[in-house]
């Protein structure tokens, strides 16, 4: 029966080489930011919110007044966002951090109820530096775990190569013949009946409960991610502006976000974004996310009103981006699931 516990010594011998290339890409990151003269921070994981995200579901506690003072509520994080911005606000300029972040009910192959996330934001950048920090990382941890190529499930992927660079709008009509832009002639209020017929027409089931946002994501699983990264990673940038969540409108586009997700092998890396310094619009959203929120799952997370405090106080123009190290090491080992590239596993 023990022999089944990860911690057996036998089980546990088959993430020894696995491990040893989590812990030299985690010296990599390091020196990666050490080099270009970042901040390493560290912040609360106990926060008054988790995150506006109103899909993600957090953990929630109690805290105790030591003098036996009014208890107050709060979250393990989901990301450490809120508080590495207030360090914006706070003038340090560049700052990155290998944080433990929590989301409840998340449990696959790539996905863990707590793992690593590692989040940096760069004062007066943009999105576009981001991208070329992204290549760089990657490169310099494959370098570290001592490969050349990225690969899972007898894929490869060639971070060496020149990373492409994919429109939202160019992927749906790539992948799945769609002009997912023309479904959202207001750009803030997207037509769910117009995308609806779309994903229809090219045999995707849509059911009359299914918001734009569910449809998008329904074409996006089945026809599109699954090409996402073949052969090279790729950065799919510029998502419909109903999609931005924290980032600001392109300045190009405005139809569209300063967003982007980077992709190998069909997994998401990252997430980033050319931030939102509008206290004023940042409310609107995350109001309108908590209002959903309270739709889909009865449920919603206090705003930070720090933050938002912050971000009036006057939040540097800024680029971040938050990456899944996790996932990662899990390319770079060529690992079938998360759990395969974790010291201990959450308990099941």
Request: with cysteine; hydrophobic share 45%.
């Amino acid at each position: 029966m023990s022999a089944n516990r990860w911690w057996h010594p036998q089980a546990f011998a088959s993430r020894r080489d696995n491990l040893a290339v989590r812990s030299r890409a985690v010296q990599a990151v390091r020196g990666f930011f050490a080099e270009r003269d970042f901040a390493e921070v560290e912040t609360p994981c106990l926060q008054v919110s988790p995150g506006m995200e109103p899909h993600l579901k957090a953990f929630t506690t109690t805290l105790h007044d030591a003098s036996g003072g009014p208890a107050l509520e709060l979250a393990l994080h989901t990301s450490p966002e809120f508080a590495m911005k207030k360090l914006l606000v706070a003038g340090v300029p560049r700052l990155y951090q290998l944080a433990r972040v929590f989301r409840n009910a998340e449990r696959s192959p790539t996905h863990h109820p707590e793992f690593t996330m590692l989040e940096w934001y760069r004062a007066g950048a943009t999105v576009d530096a981001l991208m070329e920090d992204m290549e760089a990382l990657v490169r310099q941890c494959a370098r570290a775990a001592g490969v050349t190529e990225l690969h899972r499930a007898g894929r490869l992927c060639d971070p060496f190569a020149p990373w492409r660079r994919l429109s939202v709008a160019e992927a749906f009509f790539e992948y799945a013949g769609i002009d997912v832009l023309a479904t959202a002639p207001d750009p803030l209020s997207p037509d769910r009946d117009l995308l609806a017929a779309e994903a229809r027409r090219i045999g995707i089931s849509v059911s009359d409960f299914d918001r734009w946002d569910d449809i998008f994501f329904k074409v996006m699983l089945d026809r599109i991610e699954p090409h996402l990264g073949e052969g090279v990673p790729v950065f799919l940038h510029s998502y419909p502006l109903s999609m931005a969540a924290l980032a600001r409108p392109s300045p190009q586009d405005p139809r569209v976000a300063e967003r982007f997700e980077a992709y190998a092998l069909a997994v998401e890396l990252a997430n980033a974004f050319g931030e939102l310094t509008d206290a004023a619009e940042q409310r609107r959203r995350f109001e309108a996310d908590m209002a959903l929120k309270a739709e889909l799952y009865g449920e919603t997370h206090p705003v930070d009103e720090d933050f938002l405090a912050a971000l009036e106080f006057g939040m540097p123009e800024s680029a971040g981006i938050a990456l899944g190290f996790d996932r990662l090491v899990m390319l770079l080992c060529g690992a079938e699931s998360i759990d395969q590239v974790l010291w201990a596993p959450v308990a099941s």
